[in-house]
């Protein structure tokens, strides 16, 4: 295992592309063995962590707008995706170094994981190493168990296999596809998609594609101890509409009965950004009547 909680510095660091109207926070780096990882760290009260694998954090702006008066709102990019710099290899363990990483340096407790896509896993996989930092757990269209069945692993499949990841890095086409209304271009502006795209670059497509592929390979045991370790935790899901077809809401709810499910209504993959004044005023009642201000 990497000791990624072994971060050797933090600076200031924003690409002139990056606006402030695309994104209005401060940007932090850390260098560490899983790479120099780019977070941001904004708002006072208990501690979000948000986790995304595969694209970057942009995709949670328009959540921490809406709860950063109200909560910390920590985020991160994976190694090699956004504005972090991958070591070498990139893999779900690689990611979940530094979230490791990430959770050590600003000494994080108490925090509710809110995780997108392969976020989960990471973020999974990284709180093994620390369950009981995990208050609570907030799933957006993602998993936590092992990929199985033809439909599953045929889609990680083909979205990892180098041919379908060099035709990406040549041409593009995901970015693209992803920032579109079907995306998480719904409620954004002209600017900001093309802000989105800027952070994916052709060495970051080339991420996504090998995270894909790795997911299909990783080794779940530690992920699966700590679901059932954080069993008894608050936990929510929250799934677009149009967008679960592997059925994987219903999954959570098999792991965490009593789990709160959200299902926004016109929502796809990114429901953060198809309906955020619905998620962030979802996730802020749900907080206060899960986790209760002490004292």
């Keep these: ?31 560490g063995c899983a790479g120099t990882i780019s977070y941001t760290d904004v708002g006072t009260g208990p501690v979000l962590l948000f986790v995304h694998t595969g694209m970057w954090s942009i995709l949670w702006r328009d959540v921490i707008d809406g709860l950063r008066d109200r909560f910390r709102c920590v985020t991160l990019d994976s190694p090699g995706c956004g504005l972090s710099d991958a070591a070498g290899r990139v893999d779900l363990t690689i990611a979940a170094d530094a979230v490791d990483a990430v959770v050590r340096r600003l000494d994080l407790a108490d925090l509710t994981l809110v995780v997108h896509d392969l976020g989960a896993p990471v973020a999974l996989e990284a709180a093994s190493r620390w369950p009981e930092r995990v208050a609570a757990l907030v799933v957006v269209n993602g998993f936590g168990w092992r990929p199985s ?22 041409t593009g086409w995901l970015p693209r596809a992803s920032s579109s209304r079907f995306g998480v271009g719904r409620r954004w502006k002209r600017s900001t998609r093309k802000v989105f795209r800027r952070g994916v670059r052709r060495s970051q497509r080339r991420s996504f594609h090998r995270y894909m592929a790795a997911a299909r390979r990783h080794d779940f045991t530690r992920i699966d101890a700590v679901v059932r370790t954080l069993a008894n935790r608050p936990m929510m899901t929250i799934f677009g509409k149009r967008n679960d077809p592997l059925r994987f809401q219903p ?29 962030v005023s979802s996730i802020a009642r749900w907080h206060t009547e899960q986790l209760p201000p002490r004292g």
Aim: hydrophobic content about 40%.
């Design 251 to 279: 999954k959570w709810k098999q792991r965490f009965p009593s789990a709160t499910q959200l299902t926004v209504p016109t929502g796809y993959h990114f429901p953060m950004c198809d309906d955020p004044a619905l998620v």
């Design 1 to 31: 295992m990497n000791n990624s909680a072994t971060t050797t510095s933090s600076s200031t660091i924003r690409p002139d592309w990056l606006t402030d109207a695309a994104w209005p926070y401060p940007v932090q780096r850390m260098a």
């Design 149 to 170: 069945g033809p439909m599953f692993r045929s889609m990680l499949a083909m979205m990892g296999n180098p041919v379908m990841r060099e035709f990406d890095a040549l």
